[in-house]
């Protein structure tokens, strides 16, 4: 079968090498860009389920108006106090801001020209820093806030001459981040390219071999990466991991299998200068140990995938690397191989019968290990065993740490941290739901006692809420204010009624003083009423008289009449006289006798007139004095009720008196007492104000205080069924002490609130380090889960590779034991010596990845070749596992030269996790191929002797020797 399709290649190697380039150059620029997408890929990778996701997004339901879902933070520094000059750009920037949000991509611009008020949230104590904060739409991860943040770094890039201006916030942090870990990838492809190239010119001292490997890596990365990038659409997670593994893991593991087929393949072509037969023996000889050995890398990091975790999962795209590299291994390098024949190790000449020499290095530690097996084991133990205890799990959940310390946004931090507090950056959320609505006096007077609770736990520096809008209790509200009013009130009160218990003293006084006069005023009416009763009759008498005489006035008028009328007859008869006789006109007697008569007429005339008139006079006072007398008797009744009235005032002022002498004596007493406790309120307000917690909202103070319904519209939803409350911490947001507080802060949080409106509250946390604090239980479970599934499937392909039990158990007990050991060493190293928190959070899992998944590799290489070496020899155990060691031992060392070498081009690409797991990989290989496998794996081996096969009796091992039918696996030593 293999010869069949070794045979069909060799026809069609040419068109191989194309379909492969052509695949690769397809690959390049038709499918997705991985590095793109990692750009847009949050890189916590939180499940959604985890509590602080639910937060983040009840929060995003809270006010779906508010459309920022990330921000920035502009820390503008003038090392000795901003100027006037800055304060001007500033204005004049934020102006050009708001005009301009949509160009921008903002939505928002906060200063503390906003607020006067915001001033010390904005501006440092010593007035070198002020903070502007910037709101964008979208989340940190997208393409558009990447270029809101570069456009508003051109916007500021005029800064003021002698000041500065760095970029933080949420958006900035990632977006540096995500730029180191690229600069770093970029390192890292380079060097590991040019450590290949390097180390496999020593190896093959060729100029052409090296094409053989690289060009099968290249085009097997180039098509993994776009394949890995296409399969992102239908769920597959990726980071920046994902590509750092597939170049190392790649590349190294990629490199190990090109050079056993090479190395097999020029030995065999010094056999027999037939290529293609060379090839079919390579094939079968070390066909099926690099099948063996990509397998067990594939399922390491395909079982990757069932993790919880989605940074975890971002690892099983190297299976996929894997899997096209192993594919290439077997048809692209052959074919290459094929092509070039013995030129490819030009200009080094191949001679028959040219093998390769055991390594001497390892026929020593065999034969160490072979005599003294239980003391060599027992020696390692006791030197290695206590370096395992240098590894105490610290880890470091810092993003800041992880990054070029000279970017904006860790230089932003700094300043921020210096100037205000590192908890100013990153605050945490607490997002509380309710079934009722939380919009009442009662439940801000709780948010209140729960802002003050928090407020006094460690590491917290400020909480704003409802009841704390600018962090800070509202000093109007607070019970020492509310007393010192009070107290101020009563003061006032106290004066008042003081001044009306004098009113009412000088008040008892003049009654008292008056009550004689009123006395006199009783008499005085009564005598007013008997003087009115006598005027009254004798007004009757007068009106009687009146009656008479208007009777008299009448008769005289009548007696006047008559006269008239005789006057007037007798002058009648005088004219007539004097016209008989008119002599008597010259008469002077009669003349006068005539004047008189005359006379007495015109008196008369007049006299009636006049009595008329009287009688008319008399008619009219008559009724006149009639209704004066009436009146002056209802006045005289009058006066006797007035007098009647005043004997009651004069009891009623008596009581009144007494009255207002009790009251005096009460108000002079509750003066006394308003005295007492506004001095004691004083007191309080003075010396205790510290110790009061209480806080008293009015009803009416909530709908009518502007300032105070807008802080309840910021954290309260509009139907009061979402509210949150803001931690501000005093210490980095990243530090293991934050993180331990998350905890403490929610289930004070709860505690706070019972006995209040609120007790039947829904807690959950949101920010970074309330992520941070979920993640690292999510990603120790699923180190544990997952590490256990590898376990699991590695321990399966060895059972099924070395038909025992026994040695996969003790192959996988020394890679773990490896682990720990290298652990220790790296902590030791990076915390005890340099300094840090603890290694970086994900180094630990993707050390104990790859350490098991790539030191499998070395004991496949090693054992199976013990197996077969067993199973052809007619010796025992110590002499298949001789042979076995001084044949393999060259190419373990090469290979894992090879592999540590690809890891070690992480080191210097600046991103403190991949300078962890780099140096990790390298110790860690270092220490797996040549303690534990020259030493340590040979001495349980020996120890074990024939039980190595058990279940399996050795004899029915040697009698189903597989190997009749596949030529030895044959690995040489690497000539350097």
Known sequence: MVNKWLHGLAKIKWLIVIIWIAAAVTAWFTLPDLGQIVRQTEWRFIPKDAASAQAQQILDSMNPDHQSKSNAIIVLNRDGGLTEQDQTWLKNKISEMNSDQDTLGITGVISQFDDPSLADKFVSQDHTTELLVIELPKEVQVADTADSIVKLKELMKDVPQGASVDFTGSAPIYIDYSHSAEEGLRKTEILTVILVIVILLIVFRSPIAPFVPLLTIGASFIITRGIVALLTKLGLPVSTFTETFLIAVMFGAGTDYCILLIHRFREELSQNSDRVLALIQTVKSVGRTILYAGSTVFIAFFLIGFAKFGLYQSAAGVAVGIAITLLAAVTLAPAIMLILGPAMFWPVKLKQGNGHRDSKVWGGMNKLATKRPAIVLLVCLVILAPITLLFQGNRSFDDLGEMNQDASAVKGFRTVEAKFSSGEVLPVTAVLT???????????????????????????????????????????????????????????????????????????????????????????????????????????????????????????????????????????????????????????????????????????????????????????????????????????????????GVGELKKGIAQFSSGLGEGTAAITKMSDGLGQIADAQQGIVTNGSKQIAGWYLPSNMLSDNQELQKAVDTYISQDGKIAKLEIVFDINPYSKEAMDS??????????????????????????????????????????????????????????????????????????????????????????RMLGSEGLSWSVSFFLFLILIALGVDYNIFLMSRFKEEYQLGQGGVKDALSKSMRTTGGVITSAAFIMAGTFAALMPSGVTTLLQLGAGIVIGLFIYSTVMMGLVIPSITIWFGEANWWPLRPNKLKNNNDSKKIPTIAEHQLHT
Do not use: C, W
């Not at 802002?451 to 917290?460: A, M, N, R």
């Not at 376990?791 to 158990?809: D, E």
């Open 434 to 644: 309710s079934a009722t609505s939380m919009r009442s006096a009662e439940s801000i007077a709780a948010f209140e006692k729960v802002s003050s609770d928090i407020g006094k736990l460690p590491h917290v520096k400020e909480v704003r809420s409802a009841a704390r809008p600018l962090g800070k209790q509202i000093t109007e509200l607070t019970v020492p204010s509310q007393l010192e009013q009070t107290t101020k009130a009563i003061t006032d009160i106290r004066s008042g009624v003081s001044q009306l218990g004098d009113g009412l003293k000088k008040a008892q006084t003049d009654i008292n003083q008056n009550v004689d006069n009123i006395t006199q005023l009783q008499q005085n009416a009564d005598l007013i009423a008997n003087k009115m009763k006598e005027t009254q009759q004798g007004l009757n008498q007068i009106r009687g008289g009146l009656g008479q005489s208007s009777q008299g006035a009448q008769q005289l008028a009548g007696a006047a009449s008559q006269l008239e009328q005789t006057s007037n007859s007798m002058n009648n008869d005088l004219n007539e006289l004097m016209q008989n006789y008119p002599d008597l006109a010259k008469d002077s007697l009669y003349l006068g006798i005539i004047a008189k008569s005359q006379g007495i007429a015109g008196g008369l005339t007049q006299t009636k007139q006049g009595l008329q008139g009287l009688n008319q006079g008399i008619s009219q006072i008559a009724p006149s004095v009639g209704q004066i007398s009436d009146g002056l008797g209802q006045l005289a009744t009058g006066q006797t009720q007035i007098a009647s």
């Open 742 to 831: 998350i905890p403490i802060i929610q289930s004070a949080i709860k505690q706070s609130v019972q006995g209040t409106v609120l007790q039947e509250l829904d807690v959950k946390m949101s920010g970074n380090t309330a992520t941070y604090t979920e993640l690292k239980e999510i990603s120790a479970n699923d180190f544990i889960y997952t590490g256990g599934l590898m376990l699991a499937g590695i321990f399966i392909i060895l059972i099924i590779l070395l038909r025992s039990i026994v040695m996969p158990l003790y192959l996988l007990l020394s890679l773990a034991f490896n682990y720990l050991v290298t652990m220790g060493i790296l902590e030791f190293i990076f915390v």
